[in-house]
């Protein structure tokens, strides 16, 4: 089925203290990373690049130097992820019938898992890339335990998250009604009821989002090449 791929990419980068999607890492900007990927995937009839609105007219010029041959888009993003998301989704042409969306910042994402996602999302309405808790986790408020959570029942999203196009769509219009913003676009799909499939991800598609992600990152290319 011809799938769309949201890559967003519209952070201001507070966390890390600069726009770290256009940091070179491995003589490659970290966002060109997974454009890389999912550009190599057939099943990928499009990708849809969310960043800055200052920065779409450099990173245009990227992609025609360099991906002269893909589908790719390049718009701007909002104030939050939701918004940037939303817009990428509205730029997806009427031929994909699936969304794949993922985050710029984790350049590690294999084809193997984004090949997963399309292939399981024929059967659901969603798919996650999650990995197991393997930590103990204790629920937590005003630095008071709480509570500790059965760690067997916790699973920690990642990206891609893969979905029926027009189930999506549905599901952002119903958050919008009722101002709801989630932290990711499952959240959007479970508050409607949606089945969504879990898949199991790698600890190796981090994301970045401070220094240490960074050197981590730097090590793990370094070892690849």
Known sequence: MP???IITAAGSGKRFGEYKQFKTLGEVPLLFHSVKTFSNIKEIAEIILVVPKQNVGEIKKVVRCNYKKNKIKVISGGQHRQESVYNGLNAVSELSNIVSIHDGARPFVTEETIRTNISECKNFDGVVTAIRATDTIKLVEKKIIKNTIERDKVWIAQTPQTFNKKKLI???????KSNFVGTDESVLMEKCGYSIKLIEGSKHNLKITNQEDW?????????RN
């Open 3 to 5: 799938t769309a791929a």
């Open 170 to 176: 549905k599901a952002f219009s119903s958050a919008k």
């Open 215 to 223: 050197e981590y990152a730097k090590i793990m290319v370094e070892r």
